[in-house]
């Protein structure tokens, strides 16, 4: 009976009819759980994606794109993603040491073209791999949104960037680093920093985003919500998309690359930025296309702060899901908080976006990112 149910394609139609109502139950399951966290902490939208076994098993948005128009937010939608964008600043550095272009070892003064030494260490070096991983010594106290900031003949103040401990002594997150970084990359690889990133990670992976606001669709951009405690209500961030097109129209190359914030302005979707995480997961390479190498990626996620897990824009965190060692990055501005987590070992991974909530927070980690990361391990992974 069984052997005539196979031949006729019967029984394989049954077993395929049953794995599809247990996947749309556990997907009911997974959104009910999701929705119920939204009311919790107040959340306007929502974007998801999951991998397993290296490959994306789930995504998924919730709630609104917009709360003035009321439009729902889609999976085509794309986010300032904010912190999570140093991650593809330090894999363009990888790409250029392996070019033989760049040393992590290279003295930060040489790279930018100007004085970068701690004045409380001015013998101590400070390297490019202490830029990426954060133990500079260099603080955002005087901003970071023009590298004057920290040039000696640009501003009196210059001191005041760097901290009391000596360089690779200490650990503070610092987004001046970062958009220091971008300068480097542009000038050792001749292209400006928005158009490296696309042609080197995005274009190659097949991915949708970008730096630069005005070569994308804005029709697609989520706008990002702020949340005000006191009276409990959202305000849009229009600044979350500025084009800046004064500042690019008198661009100078290697020094006004933070015009594009190569810190924290990379615009994508949660599912494209599930494929770019799978790059990393699976040790630099993705869908036939290998970005960087083995040994590059290893050391992104190899811990330098040991106490805070901070690798090369990729942190290490054992407190995200019981017993596991979660690489990956967050980001929060404008309203926005983001978070891509994966275990390479494993091959699953999860990313989660919301474009605004009730910014509550547990253990470092805003409630929303730490509860959608959760419920959906349990659901697709666990």
């Known amino acids: 009976m069984i052997r005539q149910l196979l031949k006729t394609g019967i029984l394989y139609g049954l077993i395929l009819s049953l794995f599809s109502l247990c996947a749309f139950a556990q997907n009911e399951k997974a959104e009910a759980e999701i929705q119920e ?5 107040e959340v306007v939208g929502l974007s998801v994606a999951v991998v397993k076994k290296g490959k994306i098993v789930y995504t998924h ?10 439009a ?23 790409q250029l040491i392996e070019a033989g272009k760049l040393s992590l070892d290279n003295d930060i003064s040489d790279l930018v073209g100007f004085k970068v030494r701690n004045p409380k260490f001015p013998d101590q070096v400070i390297t490019l791999k202490m830029m990426l991983s954060h133990t500079s010594s260099i603080n955002d106290s005087q901003g970071y949104f023009t590298l004057d900031a920290i040039n000696p003949s640009k501003n009196k103040d210059w001191e005041k960037c760097y901290n009391d401990y000596a360089p690779g002594a200490g650990y503070q997150y610092c987004n001046l680093n970062y958009n220091m970084i971008g300068t480097v990359i542009e000038k050792y690889s001749g292209e400006r ?3 490296y990133v696309k042609s080197h990670i995005l274009n190659p992976l097949g991915l949708y985003g970008g730096y630069n606001v005005d070569s994308l669709d804005n029709g697609r951009f989520a706008t990002l919500h702020e949340y005000n405690a006191s009276s409990k209500t959202f305000s849009t961030s229009p ?11 008198n661009y100078v190359m290697g020094y006004s690359t933070p015009v594009f914030s190569p810190t924290g302005g990379m615009k994508i979707s949660a599912t494209d930025l599930a494929k770019y995480m799978s790059m990393h997961m699976n040790m630099g390479k ?8 083995k040994k590059s990626a290893k050391l992104m996620q190899t811990k330098v702060a040991e106490e805070e897990g901070y690798g090369l824009a990729i942190t290490n965190r054992g407190d995200l899901i019981p017993g596991k060692l979660m690489k990956g990055h967050t980001g929060s501005a404008y309203g926005l908080y983001s978070a ?5 070992e494993e091959k699953f991974g999860i990313v989660v976006i ?8 547990s253990g470092g980690m805003n409630n929303v990112l730490r509860d959608g990361v959760n419920i959906l391990f349990n659901n697709f992974i666990k």
């Open 37 to 41: 966290m939204m009311r919790k902490h």
């Open 61 to 70: 948005s919730f709630g609104l794109k917009d709360i003035n128009t009321k």
């Open 72 to 94: 729902p937010l889609s999976d085509s939608d794309i986010f300032r993603i904010a912190s999570i964008s140093k991650s593809f600043s330090a894999t363009s550095i990888m």
């Open 193 to 195: 920093f928005d158009n």
């Open 239 to 249: 600044l979350a998309y500025n084009p800046r097109r004064e500042e690019i129209r």
């Open 286 to 293: 993705y869908n036939g296309k290998r970005i960087i190498s």
């Open 340 to 344: 891509m987590f994966f275990q390479p």
């Open 354 to 361: 919301t474009n605004g909530c009730n910014p509550t927070s």
